[in-house]
């Protein structure tokens, strides 16, 4: 809950200062009502939106940045309108229609300097939507794409920074549903199936949390399949990698007890 409120607020505050908000006093008297599909002045329209979005009703404003741009599709406010209506379904945890809205504004605006704005949106609609590892990752699989295309596309930029840490993260969910089914597969006697999951981690997601264990339950893996020689490359690795680590303690005393002829020490 933290995360979602410090990340709204950032989003916003680079929402509102990649877009400069030029109107004077236009909004006087129609903003506190529910008047989206009434004609207005551009002024006033974008204006009641802001106020809805200020006031923390974002539904309501989303529908009004929206009547903006439908209202006054050639005014220069309807491309800040686009922007801020994708922002404004993202606050209200709409993130199918904040993506939409945000991958509309790049359709029409591709070159514009706030599409970096616009593709980090996206990526974090995708990241916050990234489900426990015991469910299907196809949203962390999107999270993860959207994310490198912002490092690949703005290098250098706060986005690209914060889009790698996110990346971190969303490696570490992924390896963690690869340990997930490594260890059904495991428990179930599986011993291929298990190491196919395990050395996808230690492949893939060598820098997760996830990794020493990965190889622990290679060397599990290899000396059940009867290939002791496996075993100790992976009892090997964790050594040099991990030799302080848990993982590396148990690694040895299997290989001490199963296969003390290829020591891990």
Not at 67 to 80: D, F, I
Not at 181 to 199: C, D, N, P, Q, V
Not at 208 to 221: D, G, I, K, N
């Amino acid at each position: 809950m933290f995360e979602h409120s410090r990340l709204k607020t950032a989003l916003l505050a680079a929402a509102t200062g990649a877009i400069v908000l030029t109107a004077g006093c236009a909004g006087k008297g129609g903003a506190n009502k529910d008047t989206a599909y009434v004609a207005r002045d551009v002024d006033t329209l974008y204006m009641a939106a802001k106020d809805r979005l200020d006031r923390g009703q974002t539904k309501q404003a989303a529908a009004l940045f929206d009547e903006v741009e439908r209202q006054h599709p050639y005014s220069p406010w309807a491309r800040r309108a686009q922007l801020m209506s994708a922002f404004s379904y993202y606050a209200a945890r709409d993130y199918t229609k904040a993506t939409q809205a945000a991958q509309r504004f790049l359709s029409i605006h591709p070159g514009n300097k706030d599409a970096p704005y616009a593709y980090y949106l996206i990526a974090v609609c995708y990241y916050e939507q990234i489900s426990d590892v015991t469910r299907d990752q196809k949203i962390t699989l999107q999270a993860k794409q959207a994310l490198t295309e912002v490092m690949r596309r703005y290098p250098g930029t706060t986005y690209a920074s914060d889009a790698k840490l996110k990346l971190d993260l969303v490696d570490d969910h992924l390896a963690g549903k690869e340990m997930t089914i490594g260890r059904y597969y495991e428990r179930s006697g599986k011993w291929l199936a298990a190491t196919l999951r395990f050395r996808n981690v230690v492949d893939d997601f060598q820098t997760t949390s996830h990794a020493p264990e990965a190889l622990f339950r290679l060397v599990e893996s290899y000396l059940s399949l009867g290939i002791p020689e496996e075993a100790q490359k992976s009892a090997a690795v964790l050594r040099a990698n991990y030799p302080d680590s848990k993982w590396y303690r148990r690694a040895y005393e299997l290989m001490e007890k199963h296969a003390p002829q290829t020591t891990a020490s």
